[in-house]
């Protein structure tokens, strides 16, 4: 399966046409799973396959998925159009609209990351023990600056994908998810804030 492997930078409009359940879940099936008609999409989602062309439509409008082109008559065929997406906070705090869609969005993302934690744990005790002692959730510290957290950024994603198709054509290689969450130890500690304890 042929992956993109470019990002989109989402602006306002584009993260409120995300922020839907069955959008979100739309662009995640085409993005693990690949190509696939609405009527496809429908069936693997549970929902009709009316509800999902229309939801399709939107996400190209915004340059999240395409027409593959490959499609049949009236049997459109879908693929994600970039193989992520990311958005700037600060672009977005006066914007209400986006801001409510971006915090929907967070903890649509924390559930599902959460969930997919969760069917690891009760698969986990199949799989050898080469698999076990790598996969899983780990942890680490840092103290860094807001420059030092963007070099950091981008040193990890170097490395991601150094690492996107290593394994391929290798039969024991797994398609495997990596997620990056950085954030402050104690969110509510802002340096030079009123009241925090880094302030003067």
């Not at 959460?114 to 959730?137: C, I, T």
Request: cysteine-free; proline content about 6%.
């Amino acid at each position: 399966m042929s992956t993109p492997q470019d990002s989109l930078h989402l602006d306002a409009r584009a993260l409120k046409v995300l922020a839907h359940p069955l959008r979100s879940r739309l662009l995640g099936q085409l993005r693990v799973n690949g190509p696939a008609t609405a009527t496809e999409l429908a069936a693997a989602l549970g929902t009709n396959s009316g509800a999902t062309s229309y939801h399709l439509r939107e996400l190209e409008g915004v340059g999240l998925v395409k027409d593959t082109g490959e499609g049949q008559g009236r049997r459109r065929e879908w693929a994600a159009a970039t193989s992520s997406h990311s958005w700037n906070d600060s672009e977005l705090r006066d914007t209400p609209d986006a801001r409510a869609a971006l915090n929907w969005l967070g903890q649509h993302y924390a559930h599902q990351f959460a969930e997919q934690m969760q069917r690891w744990n009760e698969a986990k005790d199949a799989w050898g023990d080469e698999w076990v002692d790598v996969f899983g959730l780990s942890d680490s510290f840092v103290t860094v600056t807001p420059e030092q957290a963007r070099e950091l950024h981008a040193e990890l994603d170097a490395v991601l994908a150094r690492y996107r198709e290593a394994g391929a054509g290798d039969p024991r290689a797994v398609r495997s998810q990596v997620h990056v969450h950085l954030a402050p130890l104690d969110p509510f500690a802002v340096p030079g804030a009123p009241g925090s304890q880094d302030a003067p």
